[in-house]
Nanobody, 121 residues
Framework: QVQLVESGGGLVQAGGSLRLSCAASGTIFSINDMGWYRQAPGKQRELVVVMNSGGSTNYADSVKGRFTISRDNAKNTVYVQMNSLKPEDTAVYYC???????????????WGKGTLVTVSS
């Protein structure tokens, strides 16, 4: 069974940095798109950044120039380096991946349980 497990959240002051990691485990044939969404209190979940297997990226306008995604395909892991953090970046950050596995040969989306990032002013 495929699982996504995030790590790296926490409390940081405005202007600071954090690095989130997400590792996919289980029997995995391939991972197509992989990345991060976030959900702030009282708001809908929104895209932060996604990278496809070819390395193309899609960033939310609000994080462009501040966040950088990277992947280690050998480790089935995705990272996001978050710099110049702002209080409005406070949210639960969810890892997301479109993964092909024995139980889903056409691929399906998986979500992590989320990690909280709090940016104080």
């Amino acid at each position: 069974q495929v699982q996504l497990v995030e790590s790296g959240g926490g409390l940081v002051q405005a202007g600071g940095s954090l690095r989130l990691s997400c590792a996919a485990s289980g029997t995995i044939f391939s991972i197509n798109d992989m990345g991060w969404y976030r959900q702030a209190p009282g708001k809908q979940r929104e895209l932060v950044v996604v990278m496809n297997s070819g390395g193309s990226t899609n960033y939310a306008d609000s994080v462009k120039g501040r966040f950088t995604i990277s992947r280690d395909n050998a480790k089935n892991t995705v990272y996001v380096q978050m710099n110049s953090l702002k209080p409005e970046d406070t949210a639960v950050y969810y890892c997301w991946g479109f993964i092909v596995s024995p139980g889903n040969l056409y691929g399906t989306a998986y979500w992590g349980k989320g990690t909280l990032v709090t940016v104080s002013s």
